[in-house]
């Protein structure tokens, strides 16, 4: 049997998981009267997520895969990082991920130019 290769469209795979979640989204006021329709909503947020990822991870026109350029210490350091915070709860962790978020913005260091200084002497 011949192999082929089919090609994947990256836009419709971000429209069907853009279309997954607002689904998803647009059922949340009826689902407590229906644990089918529950079902169903936690279904197609878990697909339209699944979804993205995968359009996250798809290349583009002219571009790599986003996982391409991945050294092996930084997915190493990933899966230490979510080793680590495995167990802590998320009212704990969303907060503190703030925190860190902020930290790093504030103290990543700047690219600007400084003024030459030019002693006389």
Not at 11 to 34: N, R
């Amino acid at each position: 049997m011949p192999t082929r290769t089919v090609p994947v469209n990256r836009a419709a795979v971000g429209l069907l998981a853009l279309g997954c979640l607002v689904t998803a989204v647009v059922l949340t006021p009826w689902t407590a009267e229906s644990s089918s329709l529950a079902m169903f909503q936690g279904g197609l947020a878990r697909g339209g997520l699944l979804a993205g990822a995968v359009w996250l991870a798809m290349p583009g026109r002219n571009q790599e895969a986003a996982w391409a350029n991945l050294s092996p210490a930084t997915i190493g350091g990933l899966l230490l990082a979510f080793v680590l915070t495995w167990r802590i709860p998320p009212r704990i962790m969303i907060p503190a991920a703030i925190v860190v978020v902020i930290a790093i913005v504030m103290l990543r260091p700047r690219s600007r130019k400084r003024p030459t200084q030019t002693f006389q002497g």
